[in-house]
Nanobody, 118 residues
Framework: QVQLVESGGGLVQPGGSLRLSCAAS????????MGWYRQAPGQQRELVAV???????NYADSVKGRFTIFRDTANNTMYLQMNNLKPEDTAVYHC????????????WGQGTQVTVSR
């Protein structure tokens, strides 16, 4: 069973930065796509950013120009660099991975809390 473990969340002031990590229990090269999703209290989970095995990226409009998603295949870790954080970025951030093995398999991490506040 694939395990995804997020870290790097915390409390930061508006305008600050955080880097989230998502460590996988096996090679991330096997995943066709990995991504970050977030869920604020009372809100639905929403896509933040995704990266494909080919390196293509896609971002939610609300984070474009501020967040960067990237992978380190040597360490089986995916990252989300978050700059110029805003209070509305406050949420639990989950990493996600999917791959095809005769059918699609989807994996989720347990989440890490990001709070942007003075």
């Amino acid at each position: 069973q694939v395990q995804l473990v997020e870290s790097g969340g915390g409390l930061v002031q508006p305008g600050g930065s955080l880097r989230l990590s998502c460590a996988a229990s096996e090679s991330i090269s096997s995943f066709s796509e990995m991504g970050w999703y977030r869920q604020a209290p009372g809100q639905q989970r929403e896509l933040v950013a995704v990266v494909t095995s080919g390196g293509s990226t896609n971002y939610a409009d609300s984070v474009k120009g501020r967040f960067t998603i990237f992978r380190d295949t040597a360490n089986n870790t995916m990252y989300l660099q978050m700059n110029n954080l805003k209070p509305e970025d406050t949420a639990v951030y989950h990493c996600n991975a999917r791959r095809w093995r005769s059918m699609w398999y989807l994996y989720w991490g347990q989440g890490t809390q990001v709070t942007v506040s003075r």
